[in-house]
């Protein structure tokens, strides 16, 4: 007696899933790996920093409500209280500006290696806008305490109330949040000057990756990506 071959209906078999062909992946430009593509923008990053920050050299204008009363007060024979809050502003500032490098560098390490080549491909500031964005709410965290402290040995909100005393009738000019919390008027502007002044930098070097002589590594991988 011959044999029996049992064939399955074809609804009952079941379908085997066959994997999707993986999408091939471009090589980075100039053969880096992906490590030192983040490697060399860091490096990079960091000597931007140091180039746009490390002199310390910030500028802090005041609150534009405190701006007219000081212009009022000069037109009264009162012009010393507004140079006094302004000396303070200055100095306050001038004490922050140095540490804020710090602080930048410290934070590098939010640059993942996967967002390199995307970074090193984007405009001319697209590094420093990332950083701003993933970084920018926590370096405002750690740079208030030190500004607070700065403000203080300044005596810029003392300088502040005596400009208040004098202005009389044109106290009612200080009515923003600026002058209610001058802490947190100076932290920001410190911030956005700094990121403003990397970015102004990172156009620069990403035109001419010479500029990154410092670090040989962030001066190919930047050439490698140079428009």
Same mark, same amino acid.
């Given at each position: 007696m011959g044999s029996v071959i049992w064939v399955a209906p074809l609804g009952l078999i079941a379908? &085997?899933? /066959?994997? $999707?062909?993986?999408?091939? /992946?471009? $090589?980075?430009?100039? %053969? =880096? #790996?992906?490590?030192?593509?983040?490697? %060399? @923008?860091?490096?990079? @990053? %960091? #000597?931007?920093?140091?180039? #746009? @920050? %490390? #002199? !310390?050299t910030l500028t802090v204008t005041p609150p534009p409500a405190l701006a007219k009363i000081q212009a009022a007060l000069s037109k009264t024979g009162n012009a010393a209280a507004g140079a006094g809050f302004e000396e303070a502003l200055k100095a306050a500032v001038s004490q922050v500006s140095p540490q804020v490098a710090g602080l930048l560098k410290s934070d590098l390490s939010a640059v993942k290696p996967e967002d390199a080549q995307g970074l090193l491909a984007g !405009? $001319?500031?697209a590094? &420093?806008? =990332?950083?701003?964005?993933?970084i920018g709410p926590s370096l405002r965290e750690?740079?208030?305490? @030190? /500004?607070?402290?700065?403000t203080a040995s300044s005596s810029m909100a003392a300088k502040a109330k005596e400009m208040l005393a004098l202005a009389g009738p044109f106290a009612g000019l200080a009515g923003n949040k600026a002058v209610n919390d001058l802490d947190g008027y100076v932290c920001d502007q410190v911030l956005a000057q700094s990121f403003a002044l990397m970015a102004k930098q990172e156009a620069a070097v990403r035109?001419? $990756?010479?500029l990154l002589k410092d670090s040989p590594l962030a001066q190919k991988v930047f050439a490698a990506f140079k428009k």
């Open positions: 379908a &085997t899933p /066959v994997a $999707p062909a993986a999408a091939p /992946v471009a $090589p980075a430009p100039g %053969g =880096f #790996s992906i490590q030192q593509l983040a490697d %060399g @923008l860091k490096a990079g @990053l %960091g #000597s931007m920093i140091s180039q #746009s @920050l %490390g #002199s !310390g !405009g $001319p500031d590094a &420093t806008k =990332f950083l701003q964005q993933k750690k740079l208030l305490p @030190l /500004v607070k402290q700065a035109a001419n $990756p010479a």
